[in-house]
């Protein structure tokens, strides 16, 4: 059971444009929201995340929208670059749970210049 | 910045056969997690552990098992490879909330 789901599973934009990946979540318990970064041939690295407190979090490029009452969050990469191309994981996880992340499918993000 | 290597970083195994997979952290962390990643299933926790001689099932133990003899170095141990087995396996550690990753180690069960 997919608790951590991702849309779409795969986007091309053009250098400069704003890529926009969407993330849902079923369990009302996910406090926390990271995002992970995973080029091909290396293991996933944090690239940002937010509290539940929040509806909000920037990062330079990277922004992330996160809306408590649908279960849905977004990441927004505004001016992409040809190296933001990769793969991005949405995750999630519940306060007292020993920091266990369940992550969604992933979803492959192409730049072209 | 933590760092997480893992070894092998590929192997080919036979069905049957006995496969380790070993993982090494070196930033003092408590939490460490095995990972498997395929395709179109994203990152799939097989087990865990917060404290040395001790290891947690996580969603898909199934045919794996674990063992952390120190705190800094985390076992996967496949006794009986199966096909279905072959995948990108990836180990991490963390403190707090950010989990660190290995560079994973790709197997082949043939």
């Given at each position: 059971q997919q608790q951590v789901r991702q849309s779409p599973q795969s986007l091309t934009v053009w250098e400069g444009e704003t890529a926009i990946l969407n993330c849902s979540y079923e369990n009302s318990a996910f406090d926390y929201f990271p995002w992970y970064q995973q080029f091909p041939g290396e293991g996933p690295a944090l690239l940002i995340a937010i509290?539940?407190?929040?509806d909000k979090k920037e990062d330079g490029r990277?922004?992330?929208?996160?809306?408590?009452?649908?279960?849905k969050l977004s990441l927004h990469i505004t001016d992409s670059q040809p190296g933001d191309s990769a793969t991005y994981f949405c995750a999630a996880s519940a306060r007292g749970t020993g920091s266990k992340l369940s992550f969604g499918k992933g979803a492959k993000l192409t730049v072209s210049p | 910045e933590a760092a997480v290597t893992q070894s092998p970083r590929s192997k080919v195994a036979v069905t049957g056969g006995k496969?380790?997979?070993?993982?090494?952290?070196?930033?003092?962390?408590?939490?460490?997690?095995?990972?498997?990643?395929?395709?179109?299933h994203g990152l799939r926790l097989i087990h865990y552990s917060y404290v040395a001689d001790s290891t947690e099932k996580g969603d898909i133990p199934d045919g794996y098992k674990a063992s952390r003899p120190s705190q800094e170095n985390f076992s996967l141990i496949l006794e009986l490879a199966s096909l279905s087995q072959t995948a990108v396996y990836f180990c991490a550690s963390s403190e707090g909330d950010t989990q660190y990753f290995?560079?994973?180690?790709?197997?082949?069960?043939l």
């Open positions: 509290r539940s407190v929040s990277f922004t992330i929208f996160f809306n408590k009452r649908e279960k | 496969v380790t997979l070993s993982c090494h952290q070196t930033n003092n962390h408590d939490y460490m997690y095995w990972y498997r990643q395929d395709t179109g290995g560079p994973g180690t790709r197997l082949l069960v």
